[in-house]
């Protein structure tokens, strides 16, 4: 049996009906960038983020940029947040002018830990990005008393968690500015590159539309220097199709996610996810933690299971980061996970058969050694 990490033909086929006539229209009727596609997006998007604004941007990072912009992040501010992230987290907070500042993450669920934040603030910092990691959400009330205590900006890196909830809101729309990703392996993916922000606030919103747009209201007058940072009229289409379903795909990812669950809390040596009470998963990724991580990966791969690592190396240890000054030891929670965790296919149409297979192959290898 082979077993993809993810599948997108499988998902492309339940919608083909729908891609292939609005991509005919689309050309036929020459409408690539806005338009109609992109505002009903934007406003479908925002409604099912609880958001009063939607706005749709180049990508994920695009989104964390102009957000950040938008918040008045900019030279010499320190933002803080994880090194258990994909580097767009923290590349978008130097490319304003400012720093990334890490702080550790909780052992059980992998996001910020929230006890570790006060420690790290200093009279440089203005942000803090808590990243909803795998689908889960991070815990923002801790987060958003000690913002409102120190006048720091929020914004929710939510690239993986699509619909997810915190305490019953939806992911994204906590902060003062979500932003999303719609990489095509994302929850919601276009088939090319994609992102949104969604906020409640009128002004970043009116602020994002002028920066991702060269700065301008009115064509060829420019309030500022912005981006060309627009989402594709295509993409805002094939969004629209699968924002319907949205909702079905993360159900039925649950689904699976409890499937494995059950199947692999009977294997000694292994590690399931930990889902916070406050906390409802969109699963965007399923990561198991285990000692002999490099071992049962070959192993899985030797079986025709394929598998990724979210991810292999801290950011606070990467090359692009020396000049931070950080060293091994610094984050020793976010380090050792590094070396343990495993994410396991994952996607909506996963079959039973094959999560069942899995968890064979997984208690054959932690049995055996
Ligand atoms: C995917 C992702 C991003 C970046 O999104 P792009 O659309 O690839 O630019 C940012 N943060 C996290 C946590 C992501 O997973």
């Known amino acids: 049996m082979q077993v993809p990490f993810l599948d997108l033909k499988a998902q492309y086929q339940q919608i083909q009906k729908e891609v292939l006539p609005m991509i005919t229209d689309a050309m ?15 406003s479908e998007f925002a409604a099912f983020c609880d958001s009063k604004y939607g706005i749709g941007v180049g990508s994920g990072t695009d989104a964390l940029r102009f957000a950040l912009i938008a918040a008045g992040v900019g030279e010499s501010d320190e933002v803080i947040t994880v090194s258990n992230t994909f580097i767009a987290t923290t590349e978008v907070i130097t490319q304003v002018g400012g720093t990334p500042v890490f702080v550790d993450i909780d052992p059980q669920t992998y996001n910020i830990d929230v ?30 008393e000690i913002a409102e205590e120190r006048n720091l900006v929020v914004i929710e890196d939510a690239c993986q968690a699509h619909g997810a909830l915190y305490k019953n809101k939806k992911a994204g729309s906590i902060a003062a500015a979500g932003c999303f990703s719609f990489y095509p392996g994302k929850n919601l993916g276009a088939y090319g590159e994609g992102g949104a922000v969604v906020t409640q606030n009128e002004n970043i919103n009116a602020k994002i539309r002028m920066i991702r747009d060269h700065g301008q209201r009115e064509k060829y ?22 924002l319907k379903r949205l909702s079905t795909w993360n159900q039925a990812r649950r689904e699976n996610a409890s499937y494995y669950n059950e ?23 399923f990561v198991i933690l285990v000692d002999d991580r490099g071992g049962l990966q070959q192993f899985l791969n030797q079986k025709g299971i394929a598998t990724g690592l979210h991810y292999p190396q801290p950011l606070h240890l990467q090359k692009a980061y020396k000049y931070l000054g950080y060293r091994k030891g610094d984050l020793p929670v ?29 208690n054959e290898f932690m049995t055996k050694n």
């Open 263 to 285: 199947v692999l809390s009977r294997i000694p040596g292994v590690t399931i996810p930990v889902i916070a009470d406050f906390a409802t998963s969109v699963y965007h990724l």
């Open 334 to 362: 976010t380090e050792i996970s590094a070396e343990r965790l495993l994410s396991l296919p994952m996607y909506p149409e996963l079959l039973r058969e094959q999560i069942e297979y899995v968890a064979e192959v997984i």
């Open 28 to 42: 036929t009727n020459g409408a690539f960038v806005g338009g109609p596609q992109v505002a009903g997006f934007e």
């Open 115 to 144: 006890t570790k934040i006060e420690s790290a603030i200093t009279g440089k910092t203005r942000a803090i990005i808590p990243v909803h990691l795998y689908g889960q959400p991070a815990d923002m009330d801790p987060i958003l």
């Open 221 to 242: 007058f420019h309030e500022i220097e912005g981006y060309n940072g627009r989402l594709d009229a295509i993409q805002a289409g094939i969004l629209r199709i699968k």
